[in-house]
């Protein structure tokens, strides 16, 4: 069992930055690839950023390229999301996502039901 906790949400004015914590209580957490994904009221969850167990190569979704940097720190059992340039649609609850190296993840990272773990979100509002 592996259980995810994100701080560091909170509330910016547009242009402000925001780091995203995920710490990871449980198994080996190097052994997990990690994700971030966020839904905004009334609607889907969207992804946001992966980044693979063992290469450490990351993946972002178009909306956050060149703004967003995700990273993680397997000593700390910690990833991190770095959002800077913030915009008022980036005004959602994140969560981080923990997914065994499986067929389906390494295929396609974007799926929530390709993850195995979950956190409990935290907010993040931009404001105009």
């Known amino acids: 069992q592996v259980q995810l906790v994100e701080s560091g949400g909170g509330m910016v004015p547009a242009g402000g930055s925001l780091r995203l914590s995920c710490a990871s209580y449980g198994r080996t957490f190097s052994n997990y690839a990690m994700g971030w994904f966020r839904q905004a009221p009334g609607k889907e969850r969207e992804f946001v950023a992966h980044?693979?167990?063992?290469?450490?190569?990351?993946y972002y979704a178009d909306s956050v390229k060149g703004r967003f940097i995700m990273s993680r720190d397997n000593a700390k059992n910690t990833a991190y999301l770095q959002m800077n340039t913030l915009k008022p649609e980036d005004t959602a609850v994140y969560y981080c996502?923990?997914?065994?190296?499986?067929?389906?993840?390494?295929?396609?990272?974007?799926?929530?039901?390709?993850?195995?773990?979950w956190g409990q979100g935290t907010q993040v509002t931009v404001s105009s």
């Open positions: 980044i693979r167990a063992n290469s450490g190569t990351r």
């Open positions: 996502a923990a997914g065994r190296a499986t067929y389906a993840l390494y295929n396609d990272y974007s799926v929530p039901r390709n993850y195995d773990y």
